[in-house]
C-alpha cells in the first residue's frame, strides 16, 4: 500500500492498563486488527489472534510486534464463517490461557458494488453477513463461559452503521446489526460483570480499501478532518474499552470517524 499503514510500530507507548490480560482478536494479521494487537501488547496482554491461510505473511509481521513487545502470540489460521472453526478457536485459546479477559471481535468483509443492489449477488451478501455477524455471534457465545468477571467484549461497528454509503449496502447494514448487538448482548451479561461495547471508525487506511473500492483518490476525503485514519489512531479506543479504566461503562459505540456525528 502506498503510503503503508500505521499501525503504531513507532508511535504507541504501553503503561500496562492490561498487563496479564489475555485477548483473543479476529481479524489480527493488518489493519486495525494489527494496531489493537500491537497496542495490547504494549500494554501487557497476550494476544491470540486469527488470520485467513491466504495471509499468512501478514500475520507472521503481526506475531513479531507481539513478541517484540515482550508478550506471547498465537496466531491461528481461521475463517469466522465456520461455527466449528469459531469453537475450535475458543478451544484453543482456553487451552492457551483457562480463560479470555478480552474478545475483540474485528475482522469483517466488503465489496464495493457501485451499480447498486442488483450486482449484490447471493455469494457475496453471504460472505459478507457470515463474516461481520456470524461470527460475532458464535464467538460472543462461546467465549462468554471463559470470560471472567471484569473481562469485555469489543466489536467493530462503522460510520456506514448510521450513514451508509449506497456502493456498501450490504457491510453497511452488517454494521447496524453490530451496534445493535452490542448494545442487546451488554444489558444481558451486565450482572455477569463483562462489558461489552464496541467501536465506530470512520474511514480508516487498511488493505481492505485498496483490495474491495474500484478507486481510492478520494477515500476519507469526505471526513471533517478531510482524511482516513491510520490503523494506530483506533487502537486506543480498544485499550481503553478493555481496560479497568473503562469498569462503568458498557452498551457504548465510541465513535472514532474524524468528525462525522453519529447518534
Same mark, same amino acid.
Given at each position: 500500500?502506498?503510503?503503508?499503514p500505521?499501525h503504531?510500530?513507532d508511535?504507541? +507507548?504501553? +503503561?500496562?492498563?492490561?498487563q ?5 482478536l479476529?481479524g489480527?494479521d493488518?489493519?486495525?486488527g ?16 486469527? &488470520? ?9 509481521e503481526t506475531t513479531?510486534?507481539v513478541q ?5 502470540a ?6 469466522? +464463517? ?5 469453537r +475450535?478457536?475458543?478451544?484453543r485459546?482456553?487451552e492457551?490461557?483457562?480463560r ?9 468483509? %466488503? ?7 442488483a450486482?449484490?449477488?447471493?455469494? %457475496?451478501f ?7 455477524? &456470524?461470527g ?7 467465549a462468554?463461559?471463559h ?12 460510520? %456506514?452503521?448510521? %450513514? ?5 449496502l450490504? &457491510?453497511a ?5 453490530i451496534?445493535?448487538?452490542t448494545?442487546?448482548?451488554a ?10 461495547n464496541?467501536?465506530?471508525p470512520?474511514p ?8 474491495t473500492l474500484p478507486d481510492?483518490?478520494?477515500?476519507g ?20 474499552l478493555?481496560?479497568?479504566e473503562a469498569? &462503568?461503562?458498557?452498551?457504548?459505540i ?7 456525528p453519529?447518534?
Amino acid at each position: 500500500m502506498d503510503p503503508p499503514p500505521d499501525h503504531g510500530e513507532d508511535s504507541y +507507548r504501553g +503503561r500496562g492498563r492490561l498487563q496479564g490480560h489475555k485477548a483473543v482478536l479476529t481479524g489480527g494479521d493488518s489493519g486495525i486488527g494489527r494496531a489493537v494487537a500491537l497496542a495490547f501488547a504494549r500494554e501487557g496482554a497476550d494476544v491470540l489472534y486469527t &488470520y485467513l491461510p491466504e495471509e499468512g505473511e501478514e500475520a507472521a509481521e503481526t506475531t513479531r510486534l507481539v513478541q517484540d513487545a515482550g508478550r506471547t502470540a498465537v496466531a491461528v489460521a481461521c475463517d469466522i +464463517r465456520e461455527e466449528q472453526q469459531c469453537r +475450535r478457536l475458543v478451544d484453543r485459546a482456553v487451552e492457551e490461557w483457562g480463560r479470555i479477559d478480552i474478545l475483540v471481535n474485528n475482522a469483517a468483509y %466488503q465489496m464495493s458494488q457501485p451499480d447498486g443492489i442488483a450486482s449484490i449477488t447471493t455469494e %457475496q451478501f453471504d460472505r459478507v453477513v457470515r463474516t461481520n455477524l &456470524y461470527g460475532m455471534f458464535w464467538l460472543s457465545k462461546m467465549a462468554l463461559p471463559h470470560i471472567p468477571r471484569g473481562g469485555s467484549i469489543i466489536n467493530t461497528t462503522s460510520v %456506514q452503521a448510521y %450513514q451508509p454509503s449506497p456502493h456498501l449496502l450490504d &457491510y453497511a447494514m452488517t454494521k447496524g446489526a453490530i451496534a445493535t448487538f452490542t448494545k442487546g448482548l451488554a444489558q444481558m451479561v451486565a450482572a455477569d460483570g463483562v462489558r461489552v461495547n464496541a467501536v465506530a471508525p470512520g474511514p480508516v487506511w487498511t488493505p481492505l480499501i485498496p483490495a474491495t473500492l474500484p478507486d481510492t483518490t478520494e477515500f476519507g476525503k469526505q471526513s471533517p478532518m478531510g482524511r482516513p485514519a491510520q490503523p494506530a489512531e483506533m487502537a486506543p479506543a480498544y485499550v481503553f474499552l478493555a481496560s479497568p479504566e473503562a469498569s &462503568y461503562i458498557t452498551a457504548e459505540i465510541v465513535n472514532a470517524t474524524g468528525g462525522s456525528p453519529l447518534p
